[in-house]
């Protein structure tokens, strides 16, 4: 009887220790990769489509999603999601830099203007039809300041509300003439 007990408990334990893990203990899904416990590999996220699968000996390949031993599972189901809420958290980063440089840059264009004088330089491009995005630029720094109201700028530029831009990137050196102060 002591045999069969111990045989039985012997049992349980090499049978536990054979069963394969499952999807969530195989898989670590950290914040860039997907790691393969079992075979070491690693999953890069290459595009919407594919991975990159780096072998542990450094060997490389492109492998599609539905080919992914981990394709269909919870875990990468969450972990695309976050990707998802990170990537548009970078592309949010993103946008409001370029935007803050674009608004230094203007600050730096219009720096030696009084507010009047820059007023009477819109005036006289939008009286001359200067490039749109040259009077467009003069208009955001206007609002910036607070000489121009939001509301206002699209009667003073003469378009539709809807064409306003305040964070249009203009480079002054693409446009010619130069209007003088």
């Known amino acids: 009887m002591k045999k069969m007990i111990l045989y039985l408990f012997v049992s349980a334990i090499f049978l ?38 780096t072998h542990p000996d450094g060997e490389q390949e492109v492998v599609s999603r539905e080919e992914a031993p981990f394709y269909g599972t919870e875990g990468l189901d969450e972990y695309m999601r976050q990707y998802s809420d990170r990537l548009a958290e970078r592309k949010e980063a993103a946008m409001l830099e ?24 819109f005036n006289r491009l939008h009286n001359e039809n200067a490039p749109y995005e040259e009077q467009m630029d003069v208009m955001a720094e206007l609002v910036e300041r607070g000489v121009v109201g939001e509301d206002d700028a699209p009667g003073l530029l003469e378009v539709d509300a809807r064409e306003i831009d305040f964070d249009i990137s203009y480079d002054p050196s693409e446009t010619a003439p130069t209007y003088p102060n």
């Open 16 to 53: 536990a220790c054979t069963t394969p893990k499952s999807e969530e203990d195989r898989f670590v899904y950290e914040e860039d990769r997907i790691v393969d416990t079992e075979t070491g590999d690693e999953y890069t996220l290459e595009d919407e489509s594919s991975y990159v699968v």
């Open 98 to 121: 370029h935007k803050n440089q674009i608004k230094a840059a203007r600050a730096e264009r219009y720096s030696e203007y009084s507010d009047d004088q820059l007023l009477e330089r």
